[in-house]
């Protein structure tokens, strides 16, 4: 069983278009996130939530919204792609309150903008 | 405000030698301190953690000792293999309201045979 999966793992699409990434994790945690892992594999926070709340929202364009229908789930739309959007996103989680905060990553969503 | 920095890479050594990753940190408060790992292709998987100072995190025989006196948490392997090749970040996390985790820029390590 994937704790945290992610969908799709490949994404190629032409810019200016929309698309979005799944995120599921089945650990019970109560906070998820999503990283952006650019290609010189910097990692960058852009989103948290903790029991469907948003609770982080870093400095991230409008086009991206982040959707959690319940705590299991968080899903990230991104409108009007740009080039610069090409990059890895990451899925985590983490249990509020235990693990100080230790993250459990799924294997990432490769978006690639033409 | 809270910041890791990790030595930059590529670091390339021969099989069994000894590695040393460099990682140092700011930070507000008292944060938690990892090593994650990430195999190519793959998403990040936690290695160890220290969550107070002077604890040592160990795993797969890499370890590494929270130093708060000189905000430090030095990643060491004392022989290292082929399938250790992968690239090492250092993070930290603290606690605001919910946990954030700040990654350094990562080190790629290459163990040749």
């Known amino acids: 069983d994937t704790a945290v999966s992610q969908t799709p793992k490949y994404l190629v699409t032409q810019m200016g278009n929309d698309k979005s990434i799944k995120c599921e994790q089945n650990l019970g945690h109560d906070t998820m996130y999503w990283y952006k892992q650019d290609s010189k594999k910097f990692l960058k926070i852009m989103f948290s939530?903790?029991?469907?709340?948003?609770?982080i929202n870093e400095t991230v364009p409008n086009r991206f919204s982040p959707k959690s229908p319940d705590k299991a789930h968080l899903n990230l739309h991104i409108n009007s792609l740009e080039l610069g959007d090409s990059a890895v996103y990451f899925c985590?989680?983490?249990?509020?309150?235990?693990?100080?905060?230790?993250?459990?990553f799924g294997e990432g969503s490769r978006l690639t903008v033409l | 405000g809270n910041s890791v920095t990790q030595m930059e890479g590529p670091v390339t050594l021969s099989e069994e030698a000894f590695l040393t990753i460099n990682c140092t940190y700011t930070?507000?408060?008292?944060?938690?301190l990892f090593w994650y790992v990430q195999y190519p292709g793959e998403g990040l998987q936690l290695l160890l953690k220290a969550t107070k100072a002077d604890d040592k995190g160990s795993n797969k025989g890499f370890e590494a000792t929270y130093r708060k006196e000189t905000t430090s948490f030095h990643l060491e392997k004392g022989s290292v293999q082929v399938s250790d090749s992968a690239v090492y970040f250092c993070?930290?996390?603290?606690?605001?309201?919910?946990?954030?985790?700040?990654f350094g820029a990562g080190t790629r390590l290459f163990v040749k045979a």
């Open positions: 993070a930290l996390s603290v606690n605001t309201g919910g946990f954030k985790t700040i």
């Open positions: 985590a989680s983490s249990p509020l309150g235990r693990g100080n905060g230790e993250l459990f």
């Open positions: 939530y903790n029991n469907k709340e948003l609770i």
């Open positions: 930070a507000t408060g008292y944060p938690s």
